[in-house]
């Protein structure tokens, strides 16, 4: 069973500090995204990589950057964290070989970050 | 999310009815349109997705339809049942000169009626 798993369900951070989100999927997925989710706004793309130490940028990279530096793991990083950047926060992955569909992407079950 | 669907729209269906659920897309270059289910407490499930060159698409006990001239989209599903009740997005597929990512429409939050 195919499984993407993201390092906290909940996390409450300082403004200023620097947060670090984890994600690790085990299919062997060359993509990787991180959305957030705000109500009223649906998911939105942060980042994305198509394969280790690439990455793209999504429609709002702001005040974010990320990292792979192994194929199953994809980390999220908010520099220096800041009250409008309270979201849910969900990873996904998919295949680029699979022969399924190229937009079927698998999602962990996100992480509810509060900046106080 | 817990609190993903406060600002939805709310479409509410009898159990063993079916749903219609509608979605209304921008971009007349999208060559793919997906539907995902979001459940409480957990993250986006994919459904069902149809090319553009098609106008229907049926999985098991969902159908999607695709109209180009009007752009839109929807997502039937038949004799719907108390675990359909979820949130469902729509998403349409944007080709870059260097990527390929997907936009997800705000949800539809579908209630089922007991």
């Known amino acids: 069973d195919v499984k993407v798993t993201q390092s906290s369900r909940y996390l409450v951070k300082r403004t200023g500090e620097k947060v670090f989100l984890e994600c690790v999927q085990d299919?062997?997925?060359?993509?990787m995204f991180w959305y957030r989710q705000d109500p009223g706004l649906g998911l939105r793309l942060i980042y994305f990589?198509?394969?280790?130490?690439?990455?793209e940028k999504g429609d709002i990279p702001e005040g974010y950057s990320v990292s792979r530096e192994k194929k199953e793991r994809f980390s999220l990083i908010l520099e220096s964290a800041s009250t409008n950047q309270t979201s849910m926060y969900l990873c996904?992955?998919?295949?680029?070989?699979?022969?399924?569909?190229?937009?079927?992407?698998?999602f962990g079950p996100g992480t509810r970050l509060t900046v106080t | 999310g817990e609190s993903v669907g406060l600002h939805l729209p709310t479409l509410s269906v009898q159990e063993g009815d079916n749903s219609i659920i509608n979605c209304a897309y921008s971009?007349?270059?999208?060559?793919?349109f997906i539907w995902y289910k979001q459940e409480s407490g957990k993250g986006p499930q994919f459904i069902i997705d149809?090319?553009?060159?098609?106008d229907k698409r049926q999985g098991q006990r969902v159908t999607v339809l695709l109209n180009k001239t009007v752009k839109h989209l929807s997502l039937q599903i038949a004799a719907t049942q108390p675990g359909d009740s979820a949130v469902y997005f729509c998403?349409?597929?944007?080709?870059?000169?260097?990527?390929?990512?997907?936009?997800f429409g705000k949800g539809t939050r579908l209630h089922i009626l007991p």
């Open positions: 971009n007349s270059a999208s060559d793919y």
């Open positions: 996904a992955s998919s295949s680029q070989t699979s022969g399924r569909s190229p937009y079927e992407q698998y």
């Open positions: 990589s198509y394969d280790v130490k690439m990455k």
């Open positions: 149809i090319r553009s060159n098609m």
């Open positions: 299919m062997d997925h060359e993509n």
């Open positions: 998403a349409e597929n944007i080709r870059g000169n260097r990527d390929d990512k997907i936009i």
